[in-house]
């Protein structure tokens, strides 16, 4: 019986090896010893794995993160930090499957297919976290806009993920360095800027400039 | 305090961050002269504070190395402002701290644990910024300590951060570019060796063991299995900062005691083992409540090479001094009289050079010294305000040896008269060549 997670590793240990998808489902379970319906049984398709993949790590990082004893004293930004921090720790375990799998991302601005369902795994994860940002006020709530800072963290993780598959530093270091520099100029966007004081004035010059003036 | 929330890291953001400096100070001398149309009785004291604020704060926020370079002008008292000085002296004490997740990354990359598997117990807000890291509380076993944790990347900052200073640095100092080189190449090196903690836990070490026998003075005990690249763990000394305690009104005789360790801590190692602690500001000392004192950062060690040492240190002796054509030959060997000089100028720098370390050995001169009189001080700063003017002294002198050395001995100087300590000098006496 092929479980889940075999499967999931031979097909790893194919892409790696042969540097491409396998042909055909049939020839895949047939190479490692199962029947092709048991495949089925939790795949739709070899795309499904590599999303299954990388939906697994982003739960494996959540579980990580938030069963730090210090998970619940931090402050959302500081919860982003550790998110960021443990994901590309756990990357690192992965790292020449990362790079396969991102090379084969459709160029564009759509979420590339692997990600679905990661993407929704982490949206639901940074909800969260704004919302505890509007609670405390860390987090300025801003009309229109507050709906979409989720995918500001969205686009600092595919930053920082590019950044660090072209990171040769020991250790990964600059990686650290991208990821405290990135999160807190997303966190500092969010916060009450400049940015607010201006839209309000623009707002009340908008609606109480009723007056015409002759130049 | 505020965390830091944000490093500027790469060059760009550095050198942006430093832009905005100058426009602020910009901002500063047009509010100054603005003021100063209706009041012409204002002075530059309010503008000096003004400037020297934007100037700590941009650079506190780069930390680092910048830091670093802070906290040295704010040693030469007698080459800035004393607003500048005030400012600076804030980051001998402080800087905003780096966030938590970072720190727990640190360890993990290290020991592959976070701190609280380690540790009984773990702060992860830190007590005290250390220049290019900062300083948490932890216990284990009982003992408590004190865990430094170094920011990423500090190493690799150092040389385009002191690129960065060289502007600000040679304005403040009057020097040109090309003469700053060679100094800013010894600093640059210095620095890199204070990054690497590895080499900071073997020379505390070190130096600890044989200072071990001076009297008063004490030291924290170096965990080797629990430090590495980017982390130092050491036992917690408890004591208080130099200001606090003296905010106390210390007794004459503990001041004394105190002067009485530290001048002891500092001859000792430069005429015995020729490697100083090169890094006296206050923020590295702690008295202790039993009144000793507490000696808590080794990153900066400057050894002191002979070929600098004998004709330095035997220019505090009359004996010398007495012998122009020696000394003279002293004075060549430290570069502080050139092979291109002609006879007139070499008159002129052995008479100036000769009144500025008899001014410097004053102390070595007789057995006991009073630091608490300020007519040493006056005299050493208004000479020192006196050469900055002389178009002679345009054009920097001396091996790049002196940077170190001085700062380390006017540094203990000055600790001593804000301490106003009188000790006795002749304890550890330099050892003395009188033929060059």
Redesign the interface.
């Known amino acids: 019986m092929a479980t889940k997670q075999k499967i999931q590793n031979d097909y790893i240990n194919h892409v790696l090896t042969e540097g491409k998808k396998p042909v055909t489902v049939f020839a895949f379970a047939k190479k490692n010893k199962f029947q092709e319906d048991e495949f089925y049984k939790h795949f739709g398709s070899f795309d499904s794995i590599d999303c299954e993949i990388w939906a697994d790590l982003f739960k494996e990082t959540i579980k990580e993160v938030k069963s730090q004893e210090v998970w619940e004293t931090y402050s959302a930004r500081e919860k982003a930090l550790s998110f960021f921090y443990s994901f590309f720790e756990l990357l690192k375990s992965k790292r020449s499957y990362v790079n396969y799998s991102t090379e084969n991302f459709k160029k564009g601005f759509q979420t590339p297919m692997q990600l679905k369902s990661s993407k929704n795994i982490f949206e639901e994860f940074s909800h969260d976290l704004i919302e505890q940002g509007l609670e405390t006020g860390e987090i300025a709530d801003r009309k229109f806009l507050t709906d979409k800072y989720k995918d500001s963290l969205w686009i600092q993780l595919m930053f920082v993920l590019k950044f660090w598959l072209k990171d040769y530093s020991a250790n990964f270091e600059k990686t650290d360095e991208a990821i405290e520099r990135g999160v807190n100029v997303t966190f500092d966007l969010l916060h009450t800027t400049p940015l607010d004081s201006i839209l309000e004035y623009g707002k009340f010059l908008f609606q109480n400039a009723g007056f015409k003036t002759n130049f | 305090m505020k965390e830091q929330?944000?490093?500027?890291?790469s060059k760009v953001?550095r050198s942006a961050k430093f832009v905005g400096t100058g426009f602020k100070i910009g901002g500063n001398y047009i509010k100054h002269y603005s003021k100063k149309l209706f009041n012409p009785e204002l002075t530059k004291d309010e503008l000096n504070e003004d400037n020297a604020a934007d100037i700590y704060s941009s650079l506190s926020e780069l930390k680092g190395s910048a830091l670093k370079v802070a906290q040295m002008l704010s040693m030469d008292k007698n080459i800035l402002p004393k607003a500048y000085v005030d400012k600076f002296s804030l980051s001998q004490y402080s800087a905003p701290p780096?966030?938590?997740?970072?720190i727990?990354?640190?360890f993990?990359?290290h020991f592959g644990k976070?701190p609280?598997k380690i540790f009984d117990k773990f702060d992860?807000k830190s007590t005290n910024a250390a220049s290019i890291g900062q300083v948490h509380k932890a216990e284990l076993n009982g003992e408590k300590l004190a865990v430094k944790i170094q920011y990423?990347?500090v190493g690799n900052s150092i040389s385009s951060d002191l690129k960065l200073i060289k502007p600000f640095a040679f304005r403040l100092l009057g020097m040109s570019e090309k003469e700053l080189n060679i100094y800013m190449n010894e600093v640059e090196e210095r620095l890199v060796e204070e990054t690497d903690y590895e080499l900071e836990v073997v020379n505390s070490l070190k130096i600890s063991k044989a200072c071990a026998n001076l009297p008063h003075i004490v030291f924290p005990t170096y965990y080797k299995e629990l430090s590495g690249p980017r982390i130092i763990t050491m036992s917690w000394i408890e004591g208080q900062h130099l200001k606090e305690f003296l905010a106390t009104n210390p007794s004459q005789e503990l001041k004394n005691k105190i002067g009485q360790a530290l001048w002891d801590f500092y001859n000792f190692q430069q005429h015995e083992l020729r490697a100083v602690h090169a890094d006296p500001h206050p923020g590295n000392f702690l008295i202790t409540p039993d009144g000793n004192l507490g000696i808590i950062d080794f990153g900066c060690i400057k050894t002191l090479p002979d070929d600098f040492y004998y004709p330095f240190f035997s220019t505090t002796s009359s004996d010398l001094l007495d012998n122009k054509e020696e000394t003279i030959k002293a004075f060549r060997a430290l570069e502080m009289v050139l092979p291109k000089d002609n006879p007139q100028q070499v008159e002129f720098y052995y008479e100036a050079y000769k009144e500025m370390i008899t001014l410097f050995a004053q102390p070595y001169m007789s057995g006991e010294f009073d630091f608490s009189q300020t007519g040493f001080f006056d005299s050493l700063y208004g000479f020192g305000e006196k050469i900055a003017k002389m178009p002679e002294f345009k054009q920097a002198r001396g091996v790049k040896h002196f940077i170190y050395v001085n700062r380390t001995n006017f540094g203990l100087y000055n600790i001593l008269n804000e301490l106003g300590a009188k000790v006795k000098t002749d304890t550890y006496k330099p050892h003395l060549k009188l033929e060059f």
């Open positions: 929330n944000s490093i500027p890291a953001a780096l966030s938590g997740p970072l727990l990354q640190t993990k990359k976070t609280d992860l990423p990347g």
